[in-house]
């Protein structure tokens, strides 16, 4: 009796420090998802890409990084259970909603939210079924930069150039013609800016733009709800103070919500640079000027110019506030400091803040390079402008072999890597032999 009551509080312990997964999800719920996608799908049926997107889904619980898949991997780890086939994803395999190779069999993945959600949820799978249409026909983009989305004169033309959106998308006719020849303009003068940056911007668009729209079109009733969805994004993005990494998203969507509306072929988008702004002048038959920026001042007094400038001067006036405590968390006081070399970032575009100079701010972030796996869930975590180092607050930092954990982010290093300190900071680098 006395050694049961000794085993017991040690029992209790262990329970209660195993993580809890998702009360609301389950082996049935998975089987009720993987059919509402497969339906939606199969209305579809290829009409949008000429293909059905449906295939191998894995869902992942990220509390206990259980998976429920509805196909089995090529090399068995996974296991039939209850009607689906199940396992659990390695610890330094990213939690990401795109595409992931599993035991030689390629998978849309989705991370389940806390709370379900219907349309949530199949948007999310459709959003990385796209991604795995994308994989299969070569349409995925080599790596991209737009960090110029956050200069003032550019997020002026870009707000200028969603406010005519919006308006096409409202509209119809002679109006919505001339709402997106505005926008146009708006955005032949923001691409004279930076000419050198016009295929970065088409590659954001069509990778992740279009698979905006393309789950919010087969996972709405019908157009009504999918203008107001599409628009609602588009509020939400343009709430943020940093367009660089978030901007896509919504933009590539906007054009290919009015490419469709003149039915247009998606299928003959061949190339991971596609220019859907090019192709929304040639649908509508619109000509525009042989110099943007010539004809764009006048046309901004027609979109609350003074309006835009104002939000712009106070997102710097919270910018310069918000980097003061900034630079004493990330810079002065104890910090891990992370050299990127081939980084593939994972984050949501809602989620993140441009801190001037200082560089970008994400709340959350998934990042794996050379050097391993990054995973902050809390704290944030500082990009530096030229996408070079990041950094995250080494405050009560833990060093075990491989794994470096510290408040709100842990950090899975890769053979040949290791955790140096340096005074109060630390750094990653390659072991020396």
Not at 366 to 392: F, P, Q
Not at 404 to 432: M, P, S
Request: overall charge negative; hydrophobic content about 35%; charged content about 25%.
């Amino acid at each position: 009796m006395k050694r049961w009551i000794l085993i017991l509080p040690i029992i209790i312990l262990i329970s209660c420090n195993r993580e809890k997964g998702l009360t609301w999800f389950s082996a049935q719920k998975a089987q009720e998802y993987f059919k509402a996608v497969e339906d939606i799908c199969n209305k579809d049926n290829g009409k949008l890409w000429g293909e059905n997107l449906f295939g191998p889904i894995m869902f992942v619980d990220p509390k206990t990084r259980a998976i429920y898949s509805n196909i089995a991997d090529e090399e068995g780890l996974l296991r039939a259970r209850d009607g689906i086939f199940t396992g659990n994803l390695p610890r330094e395999r990213l939690i990401t909603n795109n595409v992931i190779e599993f035991g030689g069999t390629v998978y849309g993945m989705v991370p389940l939210p806390e709370e379900e959600d219907h349309f949530r949820i199949t948007g999310r799978v459709v959003h990385s079924l796209f991604h795995c249409f994308q994989e299969r026909h070569n349409l995925r983009p080599s790596p991209f930069n737009t960090r110029h989305m956050n200069e003032r004169s550019v997020r002026l033309l870009l707000k200028l150039e969603w406010k005519a959106l919006s308006d096409a998308i409202k509209t119809n006719g002679d109006a919505r013609s001339q709402a997106i020849r505005d926008a146009l303009v708006f955005r032949g003068a923001r691409r004279e800016l930076f000419p050198d940056a016009i295929s970065d911007e088409n590659k954001f668009e069509d990778l992740e733009g279009i698979a905006t729209f393309t789950y919010m079109k087969l996972c709405s009733s019908g157009d009504e709800e999918l203008k107001t969805r599409i628009l609602e994004y588009l509020d939400r993005i343009y709430s943020n103070s940093s367009y660089a990494l978030g901007y896509g998203f919504i933009h590539g969507a906007l054009y290919a919500y009015l490419l469709d509306s003149k039915g247009f072929d998606f299928t003959q988008i061949n190339s991971s640079d596609y220019d859907l702004g090019k192709a929304t002048s040639e649908s509508y038959g619109i000509v525009l000027p042989g110099l943007c920026r010539d004809v764009a001042g006048s046309l901004a007094l027609n979109y609350d110019l003074p309006s835009i400038r104002t939000e712009e001067s106070e997102r710097e006036e919270m910018i310069n506030e918000y980097t003061g405590k900034i630079v004493n968390a990330f810079t002065t006081k104890p910090v891990l400091v992370i050299r990127m070399e081939s980084p593939n970032f994972i984050f949501e575009p809602e989620d993140i803040n441009s801190l001037d100079t200082l560089g970008t701010l994400y709340r959350k972030l998934r990042v794996s390079d050379n050097w391993g796996k990054l995973t902050v869930d809390d704290g944030g975590a500082l990009l530096a402008n030229d996408l070079k180092t990041i950094r995250v607050s080494a405050k009560e930092v833990k060093l075990d072999r491989s794994h470096v954990t510290g408040i709100g982010w842990h950090l899975i290093l890769n053979d040949g890597w290791q955790a140096i300190e340096n005074g109060e900071n630390y750094t990653i680098r390659k072991q020396v032999p």
